[in-house]
């Protein structure tokens, strides 16, 4: 009898570090799930942010009055605008006046 109570004694002995060791596993995973998820949030944030500002940087307006500001750049006019066919010949586009 005393060998049972023996071997019951080891094998709840060994069930309760199981138990403590699983525990503080879970424990440790939960925290860096919840870290990782914080960090997620924060990339996410970032990105909304990079796609605004990128959004912000590409506007047309916002390119031509960079252009002519710091570049000195100006649209061509009509008149020296052309246009290169598959051939190489050049070809003058004149757009319709606006009446």
């Known amino acids: 009898m ?3 109570n023996l071997l019951l004694l080891v094998v709840a002995i060994v069930s309760a570090l199981s138990v403590v ?3 503080h596993k879970a424990r440790r995973l939960y925290a ?4 990782e998820e914080k960090m997620r949030r924060q990339y996410g944030e970032d ?6 500002e990128q959004s912000t ?4 307006s916002r390119i031509e009055k960079e252009a ?10 009509p008149e020296r605008t052309r246009v290169v066919t598959s051939g190489g ?3 003058l586009v ?5 009446e």
């Open 57 to 60: 940087q590409g506007m047309h």
């Open 68 to 77: 002519q500001g710091a570049l000195k750049m100006n649209a061509p006019t």
């Open 2 to 4: 005393f060998k049972l």
């Open 89 to 91: 010949d050049a070809v």
């Open 32 to 35: 860096a799930y919840e870290q």
């Open 47 to 52: 990105y909304d942010k990079l796609l605004l």
């Open 21 to 23: 060791t699983s525990q």
């Open 94 to 98: 004149i757009p319709p006046k606006e």
